[in-house]
């Protein structure tokens, strides 16, 4: 059970195909306990995807362990339960209700709607140490349709912490951010791998040569590359790959899958 409180995460031959398009098409990942791993690639690549094998929103075939125990095949609830917690590419926070009643919800605790919606008088230690990790002490009482777009960020990854997450999985959380939130985010990122294991999927290149422990590179739906941030950077076909200049008429069966589209900006050797 050792492994459970602070466990990697090993992905082996994972397959998502959707009606016959092959999203994710045989990867394998291994992610250590403590890492701080981050999933980049052009658009369509599968990131998102193995996000949502790795935490049951999507029929997957493989293996996905995290510590000991099997993740493919249980359901949504179960995973979340067995300490796996993801951000999803947009906030999904409950605007009218405080950024308190947020984490409330999160961390379940058997009480009812009713008691949820009162306002509280004591603050549970778990969700008084979740809202200090990131920063929102003061706005506890703030309803998080009003906070700043990295504050949401935040009271989500906050929302995975009174849950008790180990192994977190984040889809791209500093997209829209400005650079001080990032900065923040950044060293939330740090503060949180303390204990737990973090995959962050992100396309900016900069947040990413900042925070990133090791990087796994994936194209068409499998790994291209993968190590620290510069033998990702040295690396050929990483650069061909952001380049767009990678092999014409590759895996294009959803039509996006150049690299020289949405994010022009990740040319991932620019230092
Ligand atoms: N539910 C679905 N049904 C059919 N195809 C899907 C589904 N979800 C994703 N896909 C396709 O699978 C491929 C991988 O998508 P995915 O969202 O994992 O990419 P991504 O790497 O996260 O891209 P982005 O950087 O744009 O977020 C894409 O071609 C996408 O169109
Ligand atoms: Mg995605």
Do not use: C
Request: hydrophobic share 45%.
């Amino acid at each position: 059970m050792i492994d459970q409180v602070f466990a990697g995460l090993e992905i082996r031959d994972l397959r998502v195909v959707f009606d016959g398009f092959v999203a994710v098409d045989g990867v394998d990942l291994t992610v250590p306990r403590g890492d701080i791993r981050f999933l980049i690639g052009p658009n369509g690549a599968g990131k998102t995807t193995i996000v949502d094998a790795v935490t049951g929103l999507a029929k997957a075939t493989g293996s996905v362990l995290f510590g000991e125990q099997q993740l493919l095949g249980k359901d949504v609830h179960t995973i979340a339960r067995m300490g796996v917690g993801r951000t999803f590419q947009t906030a999904t926070v409950f605007d009218e209700l405080s950024v308190l009643q947020n984490l409330d919800i999160a961390a379940g605790a058997g009480r009812g709607p009713l008691t949820l919606l009162r306002r509280r008088s004591g603050v549970p230690p778990r969700v008084e140490q979740a809202l200090e990790t990131i920063g929102l002490t003061e706005a506890l009482h703030r309803p998080a349709g009003i906070l700043a777009h990295g504050q949401k960020q935040w009271l989500e990854i906050g929302m995975l912490l009174v849950q008790d997450a180990k192994l977190l999985l984040l889809d791209e959380p500093v997209a829209g951010m400005s650079a001080d939130e990032r900065d923040t985010t950044g060293e939330l990122l740090g503060v949180i791998a303390q204990d737990r294991t973090v995959v962050i999927v992100e396309h900016d290149m900069d947040f990413l040569r900042r925070y990133a422990r090791t990087v796994t590179v994936l194209h068409a739906g499998a790994v291209l590359s993968e190590g620290s941030v510069a033998q990702v950077q040295a690396d050929p076909r990483v650069q061909e790959v952001y380049l767009g200049t990678a092999s014409a008429g590759e895996h294009t069966s959803a039509g996006e899958h150049t690299s020289a589209g949405e994010h022009a900006d990740d040319d991932v050797r620019s230092a």
